[in-house]
């Protein structure tokens, strides 16, 4: 599957132009640091989710979901940190992802329902966005066994995406769903337009 390919499968408003993908490439090591940051954060998030169902006693797809997901996050994790260090990278103990940060800028914190489905709906976004670019290096990419990761990786993360927008969706009012959809992947094109650039899966584009 090509980078144009992918593109049309997932529901973003702005594609990330191949250019990036030569720019953070320049530094390996810096964005597969990155990248196992945000695999770490994904799992985590999976797991915090995994308690925010309203109700007493989750439903049973929804736990499956979100162990589903932490546990795909975790192998990703373990993967790309393996590639880290014997390339002769390391784990840094801190990391920012200010894309991340904008768009959770964006959940109405405090409102019920609504702010469980502005979480199931960033996640998915953050996964929409991995899936993009993950194409675009695999495409860019020189070095066989980065491009050979990128590739492998999209079908997980796209198989992620879904899950989050299906489990939107299964909230009440879906028409409150389909309208705030929309609204966060309009917000999310100046999310990702505004990031700076530099060696990262989020960042922005000279």
């Not at 593109?7 to 810096?30: E, F, G, I, S």
């Not at 393996?82 to 103990?93: C, F, P």
């Not at 670019?133 to 995406?161: C, P, T």
């Amino acid at each position: 599957m090509t980078s144009q390919k992918a593109t049309q499968d997932l529901p973003l408003k702005w594609d990330t132009p191949p250019r990036w993908a030569v720019q953070v490439l320049t530094q390996p090591l810096a964005l597969l640091n990155d990248h196992a940051h945000l695999e770490k954060k994904a799992a985590t998030n999976a797991l915090v989710l995994l308690n925010r169902w309203p109700e007493p006693n989750p439903p049973e797809n929804w736990v499956k979901a979100m162990t589903t997901i932490a546990r795909d996050e975790v192998e990703h994790l373990a993967i790309v940190t393996r590639l880290l260090a014997r390339r002769g990278g390391r784990l840094t103990r801190t990391h920012r992802n200010p894309y991340a940060h904008g768009l959770r800028d964006l959940v109405r914190i405090g409102h019920g329902l609504q702010e469980l489905m502005d979480r199931l709906m960033i996640s998915a976004l953050l996964e929409a966005r991995s899936c993009e670019r993950f194409m675009l290096l695999a495409d860019v990419a020189e070095d066989r066994e980065l491009a050979k990761l990128y590739r492998s990786l999209y079908a997980s993360e796209a198989g992620h995406y879904r899950i989050f927008i299906e489990l939107a969706r299964s909230l009440p009012d879906a028409t409150a769903v389909t309208r705030r959809w929309k609204e966060l992947l309009t917000a999310e094109v100046d999310v990702i337009r505004n990031q700076r650039p530099g060696p990262g899966m989020h960042t922005g584009v000279v």
